[in-house]
């Protein structure tokens, strides 16, 4: 009896690929349906702002403490949502059909990225990821002094206007948002590797929800270039 082990609590869940597909349905269910929401109600740009505001702020919140609480996670979903259902009201309003369009090559990116991942076609490494977040770093920074500079010149430096240095930037960053999803990717298949929590499967649907409205709300504005005279 003496020489028996001394007790030991049972050993925590560990993540699998179920729990992250299950949680990213989840966190983008809940977007969807926050979104569909909002555009029943023709929200105005109002909520639009406060869903983006509340949404940013949850998002630092959880990016910065690594937190996999639910409740966070969720309530970026909402609050995005009805950013993201605002903004696509209005522009199929003015566009109709774009917001399908949007959906459908939102759809193709995570499908070609998830194969290209998955036939190592490109490979996560160190100097990948340093490449990919110094780029959204140096694009995050320009787009913001061209927000600054459209105060005083209207269009700013036309980094978000239709011609040809908006379509550069659209397509630079839906690039990056593609990227992105290789690097999420490789976190999610690192995590179960190493054993993770059953927990961090919610941290991963966040990242993955993250970067696919990055790639939507990118692509709905380079169709709009193409969609109509203005």
């Avoid at 699998?16 to 349906?33: K, P």
């Avoid at 199929?92 to 499908?111: D, H, K, M, N, Y």
Wanted: charged share 10%; hydrophobic share 55%; glycine share 10%.
């Amino acid at each position: 009896m003496y020489d028996a082990p001394s007790y030991a609590p049972p050993a925590q869940r560990t993540m699998t690929i179920d729990d992250v597909v299950v949680r990213g349905f989840m966190t983008l269910g809940t977007l969807v349906a926050s979104a569909a929401v909002a555009w029943t109600l023709n929200l105005g740009w109002g909520a639009a702002i406060a869903g983006v505001l509340v949404g940013l702020v949850l998002a630092l919140v959880i990016t910065f403490k690594q937190s996999t609480n639910p409740a966070l996670i969720l309530g970026y979903s909402v609050a995005y949502g009805v950013a993201v259902g605002v903004i696509s009201h209005l522009m199929e309003s003015r566009f109709p059909g774009i917001v399908i369009q949007a959906v459908i090559g939102t759809a193709l990116a995570f499908g070609g990225m998830l194969t290209v991942y998955s036939l190592r076609i490109v490979r996560v490494t160190p100097k990948f990821t340093k490449f990919v977040v110094a780029a959204a770093l140096g694009l995050m920074a320009a787009l913001l002094v061209n927000m600054v500079a459209s105060f005083f010149i209207p269009g700013g430096f036309g980094l978000r206007e239709a011609g040809w240095l908006g379509y550069a930037v659209s397509v630079a960053a839906i690039l990056l948002g593609c990227f992105f999803l290789l690097l999420d990717f490789d976190e999610v298949e690192r995590g179960i590797q190493a054993g993770a929590p059953a927990k961090y499967s919610w941290l991963m649907a966040f990242g993955l929800t993250v970067t696919l409205v990055w790639i939507y709300l990118e692509i709905l504005r380079l169709l709009s270039y193409f969609s109509g005279d203005d």
